[in-house]
């Protein structure tokens, strides 16, 4: 998100989600001119050489610190370790997904509903088996400071993020659900500092940090070691949510980032060498980020945030990042879109409003365009609208979501709850071009054109079909038809998620349809 304001307050504030203000009780970080006292050196467990050499890696010998501190020994490995296609049962892996799904952070939406928080895992459950999703993504339940408050006094598991429950709640078991998720790491320890106003790199306290990330990694990776649910099996983590806040701020330097990929990488892989690392959203520093890690194998993908206004809906980073990614040596890398968030109505500081229709039409376009650009995965903003984020009730954050939260998110109080027309939209989307449904082909004709038309190919028969629209006037669009005739469908539905169909037939095999702003699916017919 374009402002990371993380609010985590120890007595009982609400987790609110993307970012945030925070206040631990906890001593601030000696400052350069202190005194320091160097951390006790702990060797690394065998198994890290043992999974090194399983990687193709040489262990090279731990260097010292800007403080002066002994370093442990770095894996560097010389092959490329690529994100795996497949998921645990043999699936592709989702190109869709819905981020902060079962974080405590809708308490204001659980009041007005009558929920408590074990019942908003059960109807989040029953979302997700709806809309076929599987993947989601969190980014406030590994702070540092959140589970180790105090350095060296143990790790807190149960702590006001609820870091244990959350994650049990999504591995946990409920019919037609099969979820995975993307943790973010994060190294902020100050207090009463906003995350993007302190220091990020924890020099000085590089071991400590490499043993909270092993810790972590080991309690959540499904291997059957000191495991803290037999369900969960978390294979994606994240350095850092929104480095670029850091960066502009000038608490964190693009070596210093480089720096902490590795770091963390090498504690991740220790703990999991089947682990893939996704790398945080640096904004335009990922330009000088990339090279540094060039040829290094650190990384598996790399984290690019969108929130467009009005009807504004490519990414204007994704085609940037796979160039840039092929031009470093992490051609198998991909790129994620971690938070796609797309408003309804008149959020404050919004230019351009947008009725829950636009919302819908925005949201279809942006997904399928920005996924034949490049983007492998892409996780909407949210299933359910945030309340007063922030402290704001004209925050633009209160207006995502595809479920409103009443009068929270700009609808009537009689709609909290209701599926706005955006969920209706994510759900045929979803069922038409999900990577267990089809495969992506690509964008045809050229980028300048005003019609847009991506390709895809169902598995389960072979036949190709369309998504196509038109970005000025209503156009009539000529494709290549082998059946007799097929079926366009309107992918913006009304208010109760009923769809538009019509029966076209082609002539010659050629089909024609008229496409104008509306995203339509053209298909076969049978």
């Known amino acids: 998100m374009k402002k990371i304001i993380l609010g985590l307050v120890v007595l009982g ?15 601030v970080p000696p ?9 006790q050196y702990i060797p690394p467990a065998a198994s890290f050489y043992e999974n090194c050499q399983k990687q193709g890696g040489t262990v090279t010998p731990g260097e010292k610190s800007d403080k002066g501190c002994q370093m442990p020994p770095q894996c560097v490995l010389s092959s490329k370790t690529t994100i795996d296609n497949t998921s645990n049962d043999s699936h592709p892996t989702p190109a869709y997904g819905l981020f902060q799904l079962y974080g405590d952070e809708y308490q204001q939406f659980r009041a007005a509903m009558g929920f408590s928080l074990s019942d908003y895992w059960n109807f989040v459950d029953r979302h997700v088996a709806k809309l076929n999703i599987h993947f989601t993504r969190t980014n406030v339940l590994l702070i540092w400071a959140i589970v180790e408050p105090v350095l060296g006094d143990g790790y807190d598991w149960n702590n006001e993020a609820k870091t244990d429950s959350v994650i ?13 998720m993307l943790l973010v790491l994060d190294p902020a320890r100050a207090k009463g500092t906003p995350v993007e106003f302190q220091k990020s790199y924890p020099y000085g306290r590089e071991a400590e940090w490499q043993t909270f990330v092993r810790a972590a990694v080991e309690r959540y990776d499904g291997d059957g070691v000191a495991d803290a649910d037999p369900y969960a099996r978390v294979k994606y983590w994240q350095v850092m949510n929104e480095p670029f806040g850091n960066l502009d701020t000038g608490n964190l330097t693009v070596d210093e980032y480089a720096k902490l990929v590795k770091l963390t990488a090498q504690a991740i892989r220790e703990a999991d060498p089947e682990a893939r690392i996704v790398l945080g959203d640096t904004q335009g520093n990922i330009k000088k980020i990339v090279p540094l890690l060039k040829d290094g194998d650190w990384f598996n993908a790399v984290d690019t945030h969108f929130y467009p206004e009005g009807e504004d809906y490519i990414s204007p980073a994704v085609g940037v990042l796979r160039q840039l990614l092929d031009a470093n040596g992490y051609a198998d890398a991909e790129v994620w879109m971690g938070e796609a968030g797309f408003y309804a109505h008149a959020p404050r500081g919004i230019v351009h409003s947008r009725t829950l229709t636009d919302q819908a039409r925005v949201m279809v376009k942006s997904l399928v365009i920005n996924r034949a650009l490049g983007a492998a995965r892409i996780l909407l903003v949210n299933l359910v609208s945030w309340s007063n984020f ?8 209160n207006f995502m979501g595809i479920i409103s939260s009443g009068m929270d998110s700009g609808d009537q109080s009689a709609d909290v709850g209701r599926e706005r027309i955006a969920y209706y939209a994510y759900k045929r989307l979803i069922a038409a071009t ?5 495969e992506l082909i690509g964008p045809r004709g050229n980028p300048t054109d005003t019609v847009r038309v991506i390709e895809f190919r169902r598995r389960a028969d072979g036949q190709t079909f369309f998504i196509a629209w038109s970005d000025g006037a209503d156009s009539s669009l000529n494709l290549p038809w082998s059946a007799p005739k097929a079926i366009v469908t309107n992918m913006v539905p009304d208010a109760k998620g009923n769809f538009t169909e019509n029966t076209a037939t082609a002539t010659n095999g050629i089909l024609s349809v008229a496409v104008g702003q509306d995203p339509l699916l053209i298909e076969p017919k049978k």
């Open 31 to 39: 400052e350069d001119n202190e005194t320091y006292q160097c951390p």
């Open 390 to 397: 922030s402290g704001d009730p004209q925050n633009l954050f």
């Open 434 to 438: 999900e990577t267990d449904k089809s």
């Open 168 to 180: 049990r709640a999504t591995y946990a078991p409920a019919p037609g659900k099969k979820m995975d």
């Open 13 to 27: 504030l609400a987790m609110i989600g993307i970012g945030a203000f925070f206040i631990f009780q906890k001593p």
